[in-house]
């Protein structure tokens, strides 16, 4: 536990059902003469877009929609909708969406104040300054991107996954409304939870915990833990949904402060090659990572199976716990567990490794030490 830490959040945080219509007065505090909505059709087609659209009719101000995002964004779309604002001279961005979206928007809230292309500011603390202000409304309870200084995008020509980390894409306001997630079907449900419950446990136990995000982070264990198979056998369980979205922020809080540790790392070379959602890649991998980190820490995975409502164990019978509740969750969800389940080959392990070993922004947290080898022998565990 890191005891010298500090703690970044968006600057205001509104929570709630039906905490959206809010955003016309919320709006009005940055005195917009031009909004860009940042979202993609799964939004518009459940309705959120045109309730957003209702919700700011009455501010004396243009509206420009940019809806053509994919599930994993290229990062071309990036530009695209930068170009889109700069011509629209577009002074408030608002995301709304999953995590693509917002970070479609916290992207070009970038691009469009500072010019050039969303290239030239990828890695880590290359933004400048602070951006054209953003609102971001998340509709899944799972990525907690809305609280994250980061956003991830897919380069499809290089087949990779590549992010920015800067404080300057938090969100100036965050509405987090879960009546919004209601409509998230089923298979969604579960796999953006089983991307919060990664966050929750990976932020938990990474070296750079601190003791205020650690109570994120395990307050998002036990919520997450404790709702995630109500609200993905039935979506309209308003408890359910409110818990589901206070966990999923909890643990975008909890990365944010914290860090992700290994299963981000090798997640992603396996989301880039195979073409795997982000979710579905972490909940295949957590089970595997947990299984060679817990013996840096077994207290960490004792805490992780109390929060989880498990029967209290201690030493390596939590991990066990821990493990088997992770499994149940994927085989109930049909989610794949093995590398085998999404067509990867044993002979791809050493350039899966070859590109997660340079993720060190994220491997440096990791509770255990690990190097090419030890990735490579996860990989191999996972099959
Ligand atoms: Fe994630």
């Excluded at 700011?56 to 243009?62: A, M, R, S």
């Excluded at 817990?294 to 030493?315: M, P, Q, V």
Aim: glycine share 8%; proline share 4%.
């Amino acid at each position: 536990m890191n005891q010298n830490w500090s703690f970044n959040i968006p600057g205001s945080i509104i929570f709630g059902n039906n905490s959206l219509s809010q955003l016309s007065q919320i709006a009005k505090d940055f005195s917009p003469k031009s909004i860009c909505i940042v979202t993609d059709r799964g939004v518009s087609e459940a309705g959120i877009l045109n309730k957003t659209l209702h919700i700011l009719k009455d501010l004396e101000v243009t509206l420009t929609t940019f809806d053509e995002i994919e599930p994993e964004p290229d990062i071309k779309s990036i530009d695209q909708c930068a170009k889109l604002a700069r011509e629209n001279k577009v002074d408030l961005f608002v995301g709304v969406g999953g995590g693509s979206p917002i970070d479609v928007a916290k992207g070009a809230s970038i691009v469009a104040k500072y010019d050039g292309s969303i290239f030239g500011y990828l890695g880590v603390d290359n933004v400048p300054g602070s951006t054209i202000p953003k609102v971001l409304i998340p509709t899944t309870a799972g990525t907690g991107s809305e609280v994250t200084p980061f956003a991830i995008f897919k380069d499809k020509e290089r087949q990779l996954k590549t992010a920015i980390q800067s404080k300057h894409v938090l969100g100036d306001t965050v509405i987090i409304d879960p009546l919004l997630t209601h409509s998230c079907p089923p298979k969604v449900t579960a796999v953006c939870g089983m991307d919060a419950l990664t966050h929750a446990i990976e932020s938990y136990t990474s070296i750079n915990s601190s003791p205020m995000s650690a109570q994120c982070s395990i307050q998002a264990t036990n919520l997450i833990g404790k709702y995630i198979l109500q609200a993905y056998k039935n979506g309209d369980n308003v408890e359910a949904r409110q818990s589901m979205s206070l966990g999923s922020f909890y643990a975008g809080i909890g990365i944010a402060n914290a860090g992700s540790g290994a299963v981000g790392a090798l997640s992603y070379p396996v989301e880039g090659m195979y073409k795997v959602i982000h979710g579905i890649g972490n909940a295949l991998l957590l089970p595997y990572i947990i299984a060679y980190n817990s013996i840096a820490n077994y207290k960490k995975f004792e805490d992780i199976c109390t929060a989880l409502g498990l029967e209290s164990k201690t030493g390596k019978d939590a991990t066990v716990n821990v493990i088997n509740f992770i499994n149940d969750l994927n085989e109930t969800f049909q989610l794949p567990r093995t590398l085998g389940d999404i067509g990867a080959r044993k002979g791809d392990i050493k350039t899966l490794a070859d590109d997660a070993i340079t993720r060190q922004r994220i491997l440096v947290n990791n509770m255990r030490k690990l190097d090419h080898n030890d990735i490579m022998k996860i990989y191999e565990s996972a099959f």
